[in-house]
């Protein structure tokens, strides 16, 4: 907590050269009870509106304290879903970081929930430059989809899957997952095979962390359901196995991607990095992350934004930014 808002400021104002971004849509139409992930049911239509603003603001702020030869070659949008947010002011957010950050033909990618994914959002992926998405599809398996709270049939997963290859996707990601309730081997190799099948790009295999202390919407999942530890591994190297004999090469220890993919290709050549993203190509040495609860890395330091929505807009309604923890490197 001693890592003040100057010494964001400072770090900003020295983040010269190659940069990339991440900005943080910490909402979702529909709320699943595993997912340990900082975001929101997006069912007030106020709220989505206040925090939209609070991020333009502080795009405002960051691209004033960026120096002249900063140069943003990647943006990456997360959650949450960030198509739980209208396409409308998806676009006007992407507007607001090419008329106020220099851009340099960046890399685009998004995290989408396929269940809320319309025909509305091709032309817009199309437009802003979308090449990279991940779909998170966690299982194919009907049961086990009723039993953590997220039902998707294959079939929609089919259709996001063709909508986002006419909008320009060439790297896509599946995020899957073993250790849930009821899982058996053969579950996940049912889905692992429908993965493949739809040549998703890039696969990332989690283990299920079931920590309801932490997580109170986590207390819906039966825990009595849940694998073992020797079940869990043994999923997890069934998993590899399959993966790696499907053609995915493997990339640390939970993703895979076809050999022909950027990621593929940098954990062949010792270029393989690690952000609070996971596994990436990104070379650039600073990220700058924008939204309640996003990470910014700089060389010599580590900046969290207030993790929770209602103070991270009050701040930035004040024209403050809006880190909470940070660590010095």
């Not at 959002?121 to 049961?143: D, E």
């Amino acid at each position: 907590p001693h890592v003040t808002e100057q010494d964001f400021a400072d770090a900003l104002a020295s983040a010269s050269g190659e940069i990339s971004l991440y900005l943080h849509i910490p909402f979702c139409e529909r709320i699943c009870w595993y997912c340990g992930c900082n975001t929101g049911a997006a069912n007030r239509q106020q709220r989505l509106v206040s925090y939209l603003d609070a991020l333009h603001r502080e795009i405002a702020l960051v691209a004033a304290l960026l120096p002249a030869d900063a140069r943003i070659g990647r943006i990456a949008f997360g959650g949450g879903s960030p198509n739980a947010i209208a396409p409308s002011d998806f676009t006007r957010l992407f507007d607001a970081l090419a008329e106020q950050l220099p851009l340099d033909d960046p890399i685009v990618s998004i995290e989408l929930d396929p269940r809320s994914l319309t025909e509305e959002w091709r032309p817009v992926l199309k437009a802003v430059g979308a090449t990279h998405a991940s779909l998170g599809v966690q299982t194919f398996a009907p049961h086990l989809q009723a039993a953590i709270g997220r039902i998707q049939p294959v079939e929609v997963i089919e259709r996001s899957v063709a909508l986002l290859r006419m909008a320009g996707i060439t790297s896509l990601n599946f995020d899957l997952m073993y250790g849930l309730p009821g899982q058996t081997e053969e579950d996940l190799a049912e889905t692992l095979d429908l993965a493949s099948e739809m040549r998703a790009n890039r696969i990332a295999l989690f283990g299920y962390a079931h920590i309801p202390h932490l997580i109170p919407r986590q207390r819906q999942i039966d825990a009595t359901a849940l694998p073992d530890q020797w079940a869990r591994f043994r999923m997890a190297a069934i998993g590899r196995h399959q993966l790696v004999g499907a053609g995915y090469q493997p990339v640390g220890f939970d993703h895979f991607a076809l050999p022909g993919d950027p990621l593929a290709q940098a954990a062949l050549s010792g270029r393989l990095r690690r952000n609070f993203q996971g596994f990436t190509e990104d070379q650039a040495p600073v990220l700058i992350g924008l939204g309640a609860s996003a990470i910014s890395s700089f060389p010599d330091l580590l900046v969290q934004n207030e993790k929770n929505s209602g103070r991270y807009r009050m701040m930035l309604s004040q024209n403050h930014l809006a880190p909470a923890l940070g660590k010095r490197r």
